[in-house]
């Protein structure tokens, strides 16, 4: 539905104060079939001019009956707030979730999720209750690296500073490796809250984000990452990572895969006879109104890059769509997200969608239940690297490569190497 910009001047009357609409979204979030109209409305203190809202509410108008309900946010003040709905619970009736950024040098942000099942409003998500939940302690150790233990999940991660440069380990290590004096950082409260349906079946899961700051905030050491589902009454963890910052480096062996793959490694692979495919370079608005359906990815919020390659992997003559997304909201340590794309009457249908994917993606000649196998590089993680083989069930393909079956050592593979681009060096299109 188009919307006329001047449509968020409108001013609303509230106990005699002037409220502007701030965002709005339309959806069926009481579960009776019909559309509903959710607003955040707030005031603007400082002005037009100013980017800062407060006394942010959020109002629905029932579309059945025109009945109105105003929801007060505990934490109500801050910058950019805006809206999402979608169904978290999996009961078929969008959710409403709410964003604030705080403004703060801590890059944090307010969030909310709320069931409006029935017209009873009902807070399935407080970022408040996640920040007391998912705290961590953040401790800098011998030998250039830092450890960062989950209190929630009771996962210890280990980070380490030699890409942080001479100047910065002298300051803190002698030249031993050893620490000069104890030090801890911290973890920030939840910066980043993005809903993603992992799973493609119309449910969508959060993806958490958090900061890890070292000495001192702006001693940014990487982010916690946790994935969290609807789990009857909570939002639960399922999957949680850390991912690190870095520099660039030897572009060959941190990036590419190109030169590792052309050779037999050590399992006596053969890729010899691969072909390397380069992405595509032509923007793809319809592609990238699909992908960002499927992830909850908004344009100007979201900083993700995408590369793409067209190829015909179950046999009719129409390539499908392969979409490899690269940036903070779809990567984590183990690598990043990928989906399959199905062109239907002009429609890009999905087909199947990936975590932890590295480029290049080897479409083998092998086929299984008619769509060609899939071979991806598994790393990350503390686990030893390997290829895995990804084989299409009559439905779809796996979503995870890290638990599939290896290649087989001694295997020669032969295909194209899709999305076969060095990421450090290569741009991709902007989201």
């Not at 059945?64 to 003040?77: D, S, W, Y």
């Not at 409003?121 to 800098?140: A, G, I, M, S, T």
Request: glycine share 10%.
């Amino acid at each position: 539905m188009y919307f006329n910009p001047m449509y968020f001047q409108r001013k609303i009357e509230i106990n005699n104060k002037e409220h502007y609409v701030l965002d709005f979204k339309e959806g069926d979030v009481n579960g009776d079939g019909i559309a509903d109209q959710v607003y955040l409305i707030g005031e603007k203190t400082f002005g037009s001019e100013s980017p800062f809202r407060e006394n942010i509410k959020l109002k629905i108008i029932d579309g059945k009956t025109n009945r109105e309900f105003i929801i007060p946010l505990k934490e109500n003040a801050g910058y950019n707030p805006n809206l999402f709905l979608g169904d978290f619970s999996g009961d078929k009736v969008e959710d409403i979730l709410i964003s604030i950024a705080s403004g703060g040098s801590g890059g944090f942000g307010f969030y909310y999720i709320y069931s409006f099942l029935n017209n009873k409003p009902n807070k399935l998500f407080d970022f408040e209750k996640f920040n007391e939940e998912y705290q961590c302690y953040v401790n800098y150790i011998d030998n250039y690296k830092v450890e960062v233990i989950s209190k929630k999940t009771n996962i210890k991660y280990i980070i380490d500073l030699v890409y942080k440069g001479e100047e910065y380990l002298a300051a803190i290590y002698n030249k031993s490796g050893k620490l000069n004096k104890p030090i801890k950082g911290w973890v920030n409260p939840l910066g980043g809250l993005y809903p993603i349906d992992f799973q493609g079946d119309g449910v969508y899961e959060l993806y958490a984000v958090q900061r890890i700051a070292g000495r001192y905030n702006a001693d940014g050491l990487g982010y916690v990452q946790t994935s969290l589902k609807w789990d009857k009454q909570a939002f639960e963890h399922f999957f949680q990572t850390v991912g690190v910052f870095g520099e660039k480096g030897n572009v060959q062996e941190t990036f590419s895969r190109r030169d590792y793959i052309v050779e037999k490694n050590e399992d006596g692979i053969d890729f010899s006879k691969i072909q390397y495919r380069y992405s595509e370079t032509r923007k793809n608005i319809k592609l990238e109104d699909a992908f960002a359906k499927i992830y909850g990815l908004q344009r100007g919020i979201d900083k993700v890059k995408y590369y793409y390659n067209k190829i015909d992997i179950d046999g009719d003559g129409i390539p499908e769509i392969f979409v490899y997304l690269v940036g903070i909201t779809t990567c984590g340590t183990g690598g990043c997200s990928g989906v399959i794309f199905k062109e239907v009457h002009g429609e890009y249908n999905l087909l199947s969608n990936f975590t932890l994917v590295n480029n290049p993606i080897i479409i083998s000649e092998n086929k299984t239940n008619g769509y060609n196998d899939l071979i991806m590089y598994v790393s990350g993680g503390g686990i030893k690297p390997f290829y895995a083989e990804l084989k299409f069930d009559g439905n779809e393909y796996p979503l995870n490569p890290s638990i599939q079956p290896k290649v087989p050592q001694g295997r020669k593979v032969k295909g194209i190497a899709i999305i076969s681009d060095d990421i450090s060096e290569s741009k991709g299109i902007d989201f």
